[in-house]
């Protein structure tokens, strides 16, 4: 099984902050990471694809980057509606997905 | 536009089966271009990858539930479902079902549903 690591748990940044976001894979995953938002009570929703891919509509704010095992995601300028849980997810295999323990970010 | 409506009893009694089923508009479940797949969440939790199936293909499930669950397609309706066995409180969560892509660089889940709650009780 191919464990991710997200750090940290909990982060709290004020309004137009700079944020970071680390997800570490047990193993090397060959740069198959996505990354998603969930917004309290709703669906998570994809926001990067293949490390680096934002996906269509996500704001250019929203950007990721990494190789090995090692993987970020970075919020250029926080806003208040990007307060959410983040989720990295590796597939770098069909047979065997997962999904790293996410990590909240909170308006200071 | 694709979209994904699960349903389902919402309460479940412990040791009996857990079905749910996936409504998909604007996509069909027996294209090969694409991976169908549930993922839970358990109050307050992360997400867990269940499983996912390509119609005619090889379904693919988590090792730890494996045993206990099996993914398969109604056509007919154009609908993909999961059953799990055996439940417990532990499988008290909000169950998505979801589309990924299939192909060398697909895996990732582009469209979700709005997500069930099942409580185990």
């Known amino acids: 099984d191919i464990h991710l690591t997200q750090s940290p748990s909990t982060l709290s940044a004020s309004v137009g902050d700079r944020v970071t976001i680390t997800c570490r894979a047990s193993?090397?995953?060959?740069?198959?990471l996505a990354w998603y938002q969930q917004i309290p009570g709703k669906a998570p929703k994809l926001l990067i694809y293949?490390?680096?891919i934002v996906e269509s509509g996500v704001p250019p704010r929203f950007s990721g980057s990494g190789s090995g095992t090692d993987f970020t995601l970075t919020i250029s300028s926080l806003r208040p509606n990007d307060v959410a849980v983040y989720y990295c997810q590796q597939y770098n295999s069909y047979s065997l997905l997962s999904f790293g323990g996410g990590t909240k970010v909170e308006i200071k | 536009q694709l979209q994904l409506q699960e349903s389902g009893p919402g309460l479940v009694e412990p040791s009996e089966t857990l079905s749910l089923t996936c409504t998909v508009s604007g996509g069909s479940v027996s294209s090969k271009s694409y991976y169908w797949g549930w993922i839970r969440q358990s109050p307050g939790k992360g997400l867990e990858w269940i499983g996912t199936?390509?119609?005619?293909?090889?379904?693919y499930y988590n090792p730890s539930l494996k045993t206990r669950v099996t993914i398969f397609a109604d056509t007919s309706k154009n609908q993909f479902s999961l059953k799990m066995t055996s439940v417990t409180a532990a499988d008290t969560a909000t169950y998505y079902c979801?589309?990924?892509?299939?192909?060398?660089?697909?895996?990732?889940?582009?469209?979700w549903g709005q997500g069930t709650l099942v409580t185990v009780s």
């Open positions: 979801a589309r990924a892509d299939s192909g060398d660089s697909g895996g990732f889940f582009n469209y």
């Open positions: 193993q090397t995953i060959n740069g198959w």
């Open positions: 293949q490390t680096s």
């Open positions: 199936m390509c119609y005619g293909e090889t379904n």
